[in-house]
């Protein structure tokens, strides 16, 4: 079942957060995820909102996700994501059809 990985983040170091964006598409879409959305400047609708961007990826499903979130090539890249932002990743399971 497909699942959704939500990323909420604020950016402290934009030239390491670009070096990060800039490696990656290649690497999600090597295992299989999709980008569904990235947003600087999401409207909140209700509550209060700490973050500075969401981001949205769908996999196929949990061990999918896994499998790019533990991989060699995304931890490589991911070094410059943990030290330019901070923020929190959900997974979110999908709804089943009805």
Do not use: C, N
Request: proline share 5%; charged share 25%; net charge negative.
């Amino acid at each position: 079942m497909t699942v959704y990985a939500l990323a909420q983040i604020a950016i402290h170091d934009r030239p390491r957060y670009d070096r990060y964006v800039a490696g990656f598409f290649p690497v999600l879409r090597q295992y299989g995820g999709r980008l569904l959305s990235a947003d600087e400047s999401p409207t909140v609708v209700e509550g209060s909102w700490e973050y500075q961007k969401a981001i949205l990826m769908a996999f196929d499903d949990e061990e999918s996700f896994r499998r790019w979130a533990e991989s060699p090539e995304y931890k490589a890249i991911s070094v410059d994501r943990e030290a330019a932002t901070t923020g929190v990743v959900l997974l979110l399971g999908g709804v089943p059809a009805r």
